[in-house]
């Protein structure tokens, strides 16, 4: 599904900046961390977060990642999110740390913080560069 | 509108990510250069891009942009489209071509594109960082 030439705009430390649908079926936008399994994406929310209670309401998702040696390399994804998966003993959210900090806790958990991985898969995407 | 501590973001060569609506309510999100006078936000799109044709569709737009560098410092600006601005002498594709590579004229013009100042009123930003 994402052309291998993209692969290290998933793989490595580069943030997505992540659409959404509001309430008012207004976009939304904002830069989040993303995991890849070589098939779905999946990033990382609170049930408090807009995203989350998003992408309850309405699925479909887009994001754009910009090579940051090469602004004029993209990569958007557009899906689906098939699932939500809560992530109680935070080991997702901990590996998006290890990713984008490169240390082993993420570091900002607040007590009473309900942490979800949001699973997309893709279904298209449009590249340049 | 936009507070004061953010204003560098748009000011500096920095991309925004722009999510607009498509054709089936779907969100859609690209990287775009943009200008800023101090009240609109304008990015340059040809007649025959997806994101023009959404825009005259659905006004609503969002964008974000992150410190390049800081990637915990972004902002969002969610706003409405209220003009689309020929731009027959490209004037405004130019001058993002200055602000975001430093020369003098757009260099990916082909004969026959419909340059357009799309012209965005900020309604609403949040920030972190």
Redesign the interface.
């Known amino acids: 599904m994402i052309p291998e030439a993209y692969h290290d705009l998933l793989l490595g430390s580069v ?1 997505a ?5 509001g309430v008012r ?7 989040v961390w993303i995991g890849w399994d070589g098939e779905y994406i999946r990033f990382s929310q609170t049930s408090r977060q807009q995203k989350y209670r998003n992408l309850q309401r ?1 699925p ?5 990642l ?1 090579d ?1 040696r090469n ?1 004029y390399r ?1 990569l ?1 994804v ?1 899906g689906v999110v098939v699932a939500f998966e809560d992530d109680p003993d935070r080991a997702f959210v901990d590996s998006m740390a290890r990713k ?1 900090l490169g240390i082993e806790r993420y570091p900002w958990h607040h007590e009473g913080d309900e942490h979800i991985a949001i699973v997309i898969l893709p279904q298209h995407t ?1 590249q340049m560069g």
């Open positions: 943030l900046h992540v659409a959404t649908i079926g207004e976009p939304q936008s904002t830069p309405d479909r998702v887009a994001l754009s910009v940051p602004p993209y958007e557009r984008y449009s």
